[in-house]
């Protein structure tokens, strides 16, 4: 029903539809965007690209205006509109816009696919890239559009030809479909889980904030009267409510069950992720052979700085030095808990690490997550952030509510100027957490490029507009949002996302911002930006009392400083075990063979983890990361990116990180390479040209306490 109600749009309409425009700012009517328009929007706009490719295959010339430049027309014109339905499709989810959007999709992998392999784009490239006068007077720039393209050519299976392109396509549409299945099995297991709590023994240890949020879901659940002292509570598998009931609840059985309930998400019944998890597998490796490739891995190892051998050699090199840390961490758990009487002291089970945890960075640094709270309101919170970037990059930040469309109350829209106040890029910012229609997690993605060939009248481009989306704790009552430390790194981390994307120089559209640039360093601004939470300046012009306006007192500085590092070699063993599960499922494992995903998991597990996986571990199940987020044969990304990112902060450390002039000359030096360049240059020259070197891995040994800091002249 819901698929045919989306087509009902009849074709009188489809002028009408929002889909098919912008407002001035590029940006689509997500205000007016309702499931109905998706179907007959789409199409419209295939059609309208099919013709435009038809006429570019047809009348193609080896040139940059008789090929490149009505590429990007027509891939601007797809890639815009359908990036919309799929931003909706995580933050407005609804069965009507699923049944829309899997209606469609199938219709625009073809198209994609069909535009992958053109063969007379494709010669044509190979003409630009032979013709040596053409090639010399193509800018650093342009010369890695051609060579992107090439490859995209290549791995989009431009030289099969018969039965095994159209197997090649057949695979690209069923991955396409099941990702798209896996991301809404997880949505919906995610949203599936309630607990209502209603004794008030069974919440003692949790804070203020968190019964006021599980009260306020109780209220929503239909529990009108709900409050936080008295209950009825609900908790659900969303982050805001899920970690602060591991981190602070004394009932042990209720920690084991929500526990449980988060690790088998999406693993049983109807939404069970295994199959389609077997099942991807044995797509991309199908696909690789095709393409002439051992493994899935080498595929997208066409566009990563790092090798298959040297993302494994970085896994074991981490894992050298902070393996034996990570043990010695377990061990002064257990003998804290073991201090404090628990029973379960000598036994410590998954569930319980987290609260003891918590318990001891309170006992060691006397700090508590809740009582930061306070202090990180989240209006103080982004001005700080924004008086930051002013301050690094020499760009403000003026609120534009009202100027943008957007597709929920909540949502905010700013502008981005430069010292002259002209105004070069903008942002639209969705903050909070709605388990019942958005996805989990934090992303950011771009909604148009900067492009000198979609320049307004007397401009010089196109301005950059991309979107931050959080699931932070929301307002409870009269309260504005009052983060934890851990979502103000997280807005941080996005926000460095989002500054790549619009600060940009790059006036090829086609390698602006974060497009074209290389996954592993994608991850290089986001976690430099991170490093600044931790700088005194900085925090203290963030945390501000959200009813007295204090700021922060110097001595809850220096116990977020001094906690920095806690557990951290724990947490890196972490990262190192997803990094080492994506490479092994992707080079080594097969999806037909007798070892099961689970038992390739725990095999894994056994070198990276102190506790190794609980037998019904499915952690596998909710791994949107590599299964439905583009990050697979990715995630040893994040430690890759975390050297460049602080080999890049060393640089501000030894220039002078209070010194207000060598920060900012610093500032402006990450702001014209590592944001400036984007993907116009490959990422190895251009963090050479930012550091004057190649990247060491010394700098993030000591910022995550693996190695001692070095001491003070």
């Known amino acids: 029903m819901a698929a045919a109600a989306a087509t009902t749009e009849a074709p009188t309409d489809i002028q009408e539809n929002p889909l098919l425009s912008l407002n001035p700012a590029s940006i689509p009517l997500f205000d007016k965007i309702e499931p109905k328009h998706v179907v007959p929007g789409m199409r419209a706009i295939l059609k309208e690209v099919e013709e435009q490719l038809d006429a570019l295959e047809k009348n193609v010339k080896p040139t940059w205006a008789g090929l490149v430049e009505p590429l990007e027309r027509l891939q601007d014109r797809l890639s815009i509109p359908w990036g919309a339905v799929n931003h909706l499709n995580a933050v407005k989810n609804s069965d009507d816009l699923r049944a829309a959007f899997e209606e469609v999709q199938p219709d625009v992998v073809a198209l994609s696919l069909r535009l992958g392999q053109s063969r007379p784009i494709y010669d044509a490239f190979v003409a630009i890239r032979n013709d040596e006068a053409l090639w010399a007077s193509l800018s650093v720039a342009q010369k890695r559009v051609v060579e992107s393209e090439l490859t995209s050519a290549k791995t989009s299976g431009v030289a099969l030809e018969g039965e095994a392109k159209e197997q090649f396509n057949r695979i690209q549409q069923e991955i396409a479909q099941l990702k798209t299945k896996f991301q809404n099995n997880v949505l919906d297991a995610t949203k599936n889980f309630v607990r209502i709590v209603t004794d008030p023994a069974d919440v003692a240890g949790l804070p203020p904030s968190a019964l006021g949020l599980a009260a306020q879901a109780a209220v929503g659940k239909g529990h009108e009267g709900a409050t936080a002292e008295n209950g009825p509570w609900a908790f659900t598998l969303d982050l805001p409510s899920y970690l602060p009931l591991m981190q602070h609840c004394r009932n042990r059985s209720l920690r084991e069950e929500v526990y449980r309930a988060y690790l088998t998400r999406a693993s049983e019944g109807e939404i069970d992720n295994t199959p389609v998890i077997i099942r991807i597998l044995q797509l991309r490796q199908e696909k690789a052979k095709l393409l002439g490739f051992k493994s899935h891995a080498e595929v997208p190892m066409q566009w990563r700085m790092a090798t298959i051998e040297s993302a494994r050699k970085l896994v074991d090199d981490l894992r050298e030095a902070a393996y034996d840390i990570s043990v010695k961490e377990h061990e002064e758990l257990k003998a804290f808990a073991k201090e404090q009487g628990a029973e379960e002291a000598d036994d410590l089970r998954q569930w319980d690490v987290t609260f003891w945890g918590e318990r001891l960075r309170e006992a060691r640094y006397e700090l508590t997550q809740e009582e930061l709270r306070p202090y990180f309101s989240f209006p103080a919170v982004i001005d700080g952030l924004f008086n930051l970037a002013t301050r690094l990059f020499d760009v403000s930040f003026q609120p534009a509510d009202g100027e943008a469309p957007i597709w929920h109350p909540d949502v905010r829209y700013y502008k981005v100027t430069d010292s002259s106040g002209a105004t070069i890029a903008s942002f ?68 460095g996302h989002a500054l790549q994307h619009m600060l940009t120089r790059q006036e090829e559209g086609l390698v602006a911002g974060i497009s074209n640039v290389e996954w592993d360093a994608v991850e290089l601004p986001s976690q430099f930006m991170e490093n600044w939470c931790y700088h005194r300046a900085t925090l203290l012009g963030i945390a501000k009392h959200y009813e007295t306006g204090e700021p922060l007192p110097e001595e809850l500085y220096k116990k977020i400083v001094a906690a920095k590092n ?130 060491a891995i010394e700098p993030l040994l000591r910022h995550t306490g693996l190695v001692p800091e070095p001491l003070a002249a």
């Open 566 to 695: 806690f557990r951290s070699a724990t947490m890196t063993m972490r990262q190192l075990h997803f990094a080492s599960i994506d490479l092994e499922l992707h080079t080594s494992f097969d999806p037909e063979g007798s070892e099961s995903i689970y038992d390739l998991n725990g095999r894994v597990a056994s070198r990276m983890l102190v506790l190794p996986p609980l037998p019904s571990d499915r952690f596998l199940c909710s791994f949107l990361h590599i299964f439905a987020g583009g990050y697979d044969v990715g995630y040893y990304s994040y430690k890759w990116a975390e050297v460049l990112s602080a080999d890049a902060f060393a640089a501000f450390e030894e220039a002078g990180i209070d010194d207000d002039e060598a920060v900012k000359a610093t500032g402006h030096k990450f702001r014209d390479t590592v944001l400036g360049l984007g993907g116009g240059k490959a990422a190895k020259d251009v963090f050479v040209e930012f550091r004057g070197r190649q990247p």
């Open 428 to 495: 639209v910012l969705d903050p909070y957490s709605r388990p019942a229609e958005k996805r989990g997690g934090a992303w950011m993605d771009g909604i148009c490029n900067r492009s000198r060939l979609f320049a307004a009248p007397g401009a010089a481009a196109r301005l950059p507009v991309t979107h931050i989306v959080c699931n932070q704790t929301p307002p409870v009552g009269d309260k504005p949002s009052l983060m934890t430390f851990n979502e103000v790194e997280t807005l941080f981390h996005e926000f």
